[in-house]
């Protein structure tokens, strides 16, 4: 059965570094999406993107943020200039059309020191 | 803004036992709930998802329901094992755009007592 991946499972950075967050989708998936975990917390939706543009964003997804699919096949989030707050675990997410269930890869736990 | 809350946080059973574990949002303008279980530290498995036309939706051991009028929704978990220990999340898919934004509750952390 086809999974959502993420890579890497855990990224350690400093302060003010950027990140890049990977995920394959699965290939018949035409929305995706990325959340995050803050630890303890409740997930929490980051922005989603259809057709090569995004379709929503949250008040969590500032300009440090953006995301792209840059080859068809990955789907990667990137943050300009990490801050501590964002350690959190990033979720990865596709779905295809009609029943709109969400498939959710197995997360990368991003740490800044 | 939608709310999503989940009653009880945490529950013990023995093995065996059916449990059910609550699920209430604040806005009915939904178009779907998906309920996911998630093990500690790893991501979200999809175990049902009630489409906002629906009642219920079954899945082996698992039955969740869907009350979209009072903006309830339960799972009911069937003879218990040690290893449905998890957490189980509810989220609900609120309307906007083009996607289908999902908005959580806290979970319900589950064991089951061998």
């Known amino acids: 059965e086809p999974e959502v991946t993420q890579t890497p499972s855990h990224q350690v950075t400093q302060m003010g570094q950027e990140v890049i967050l990977r995920c394959v989708p699965i290939s018949n998936h035409l929305y995706f999406y990325w959340y995050r975990q803050i630890l303890g917390q409740k997930v929490e939706f980051l922005v989603s993107f259809y057709n090569n543009e995004i379709s929503e964003k949250s008040e969590i997804f500032d300009d440090q943020f953006s995301v792209e699919r840059p080859d068809g096949s990955n789907f990667t989030l990137k943050i300009r200039s990490t801050k501590l707050e964002d350690s959190a675990m990033y979720f990865c997410?596709?779905?295809?059309?009609?029943?709109?269930?969400?498939?959710f890869g197995p997360g990368t736990r991003l740490t800044v020191l | 803004k939608q709310e999503v809350t989940q009653i009880p946080a945490a529950l013990s059973v023995p093995e065996g036992e059916n449990l059910v574990l609550n699920c209430s949002f604040t806005?009915?303008?939904?178009?779907?709930l998906q309920w996911f279980r998630q093990d500690p530290g790893k991501g979200l498995t999809s175990l049902l998802l009630i489409q906002s036309s629906q009642r219920e939706q079954t899945s082996g051991r698992l039955n969740a329901s869907l009350d979209k009028s009072s903006g309830r929704s339960t799972l009911y978990i069937a003879a218990s094992q040690p290893g449905d220990s998890a957490t189980y999340l509810c989220a609900v898919h609120v309307v906007g755009g083009s996607a289908r934004q999902l908005t959580f509750g806290s979970g319900t952390q589950l064991t089951v007592l061998p």
């Open positions: 806005d009915s303008a939904i178009y779907n």
């Open positions: 997410a596709g779905g295809g059309s009609g029943r709109n269930e969400q498939f």
